[in-house]
């Protein structure tokens, strides 16, 4: 099964100024659907259902507490030039937070196999590109300062991802609770 570790975003005022931005920004690209914004602490691709009993068990030892995320300014991957990723960031103090849970996740996971992702960059992916598209940085740097909301982090989760026609579709597997 094919598997990722995340935290999603469930503040229905921050999803629907995302779909907002969405809807405002005309481009040439895939919008990921509002159910499915979350970030990616790490990607763990196919793995059996023995590995995945593994990686529960692990993933039950993080401990966290609970945090405020803010989300803001609209960046994309890998640049400008060629962007096949448009994300919304986080607050630095969010940001650290959620790169300390990712190295404790990778820590973790290590132990089973997995690789620690030396550079992650929290960032939530509302916009894929397919195909080279025109020139957007004029309409980037539009929304750079731009806030989409605080969110309080509670949880984190091991989702399975099942790739469709219409798209993936996410189920989740574990949650781990963060200490209040």
């Not at 895939?30 to 529960?56: A, M, R």
């Not at 103090?93 to 030396?118: H, N, P, V, Y």
């Not at 740097?141 to 309080?152: A, D």
Request: hydrophobic residues 35%.
């Amino acid at each position: 099964m094919r598997t990722f570790v995340a935290v999603e975003i469930t503040d229905v005022k921050i999803l629907e100024k995302i779909q907002k931005f969405q809807q405002e920004f005309q481009i040439n690209a895939k919008p990921i659907k509002i159910n499915q914004i979350h970030f990616t602490l790490q990607f763990l691709g196919e793995i059996s259902e023995e590995k995945c009993e593994e990686v529960k068990q692990q993933l039950k030892k993080i401990t966290f507490s609970q945090f405020n995320l803010s989300l803001k300014g609209v960046g994309v991957f890998p640049n400008l030039k060629n962007p096949r990723v448009i994300w919304i960031g986080t607050d630095e103090r969010g940001a650290e937070k959620l790169i300390a849970i990712t190295k404790e996740i990778g820590m973790k996971l290590t132990s089973l196999g997995f690789q620690k992702d030396e550079k992650f960059k929290p960032h939530l992916t509302v916009f894929r590109i397919k195909h080279k598209i025109e020139d957007i940085s004029l309409r980037v740097n539009e929304y750079k300062t731009v806030e989409f909301g605080t969110q309080v982090i509670t949880k984190i989760k091991l989702k399975r991802s099942i790739l469709c026609p219409k798209g993936p579709e996410y189920s989740d597997l574990l949650e781990v609770n963060g200490n209040e």
